[in-house]
């Protein structure tokens, strides 16, 4: 699976959008980008996936550069509840495979 | 309904200890995979069941880890002679193993400590 860089720290305003990237200049084309986080003494929670197009749910948007490069995730609307670790993890998408987490980003919502 | 849940909360024992460690899937999931979560660390993969088998267990750091799932649903993580290095939180999660984007769902951990 391909290696991801996230910085390991960021702060956003309560209310505003909270910008999250993540570079992955190895992903091969079967590769997806995934997105979790976990809030303090909870495990993992899954927010979105996406392989080239732009992808929007109800939690999230994932961006993908065109050379499938770099990805941002985007919170429209942070609240305090949004203050978790990110984390970004390439993987082909496909069946049921382990996850390869890194250090991921901590993402702290000021009010 | 029900997520994944993970039985013990918090487990405290002795150095060389034999500690078992529970986890119930979210029903009729077919794939369920055990990570370690050490302090300030992301969570790091142990191994992972489709069914019964284990499909990779090369995540298991030496043979005092071993993993059960007999009847296909509930898990077992079985840690023999317990070193102080152990201690971490155990995450479970299970997927619907279906072909097709695996979202996993995570239970809560249960968090070991080592004395």
């Known amino acids: 699976d391909a290696k991801t860089t996230q910085p390991p720290s960021m702060d956003c305003a309560e209310g505003r959008a909270a910008n999250l990237p993540c570079n992955h200049s190895?992903?091969?084309?079967?590769?997806?980008v995934y997105w979790y986080r976990q809030i303090h003494s909870q495990g993992p929670q899954y927010i979105i996936h996406g392989l080239k197009n732009n992808e929007t749910n109800e939690m999230a948007s994932l961006i993908i550069t065109e050379d499938r490069k770099s990805s941002t995730l985007i919170l429209p609307h942070a609240t305090l509840r949004d203050t978790a670790v990110y984390y970004c993890i390439v993987r082909v998408g496909w069946g049921a495979q382990k996850l390869v987490f890194g250090q991921g980003t901590r993402l702290t919502i000021n009010p | 309904g029900a997520g994944v849940s993970q039985t013990p909360s918090n487990k405290v024992t002795e150095k060389g200890k034999y500690v078992e460690l529970r986890c119930d899937p979210i029903s009729g999931h077919t794939a369920l995979y055990w990570y370690r979560q050490s302090l300030g660390q992301g969570p790091e993969f142990l191994i992972y069941f489709q069914g019964t088998g284990a499909a990779d267990d090369s995540g298991l750091p030496n043979d005092r880890f071993f993993a059960v799932r007999p009847e296909g649903s509930v898990s077992t993580l079985k840690i023999q002679r317990t070193e102080r290095g152990d201690s971490a939180v155990y995450l479970c999660?299970?997927?619907?193993?279906?072909?097709?984007?695996?979202?996993?769902?995570f239970g809560p951990g249960t968090r070991l400590t080592v004395l």
């Open positions: 999660a299970s997927s619907s193993g279906l072909a097709g984007v695996n979202e996993q769902f």
């Open positions: 190895t992903i091969s084309g079967n590769e997806y």
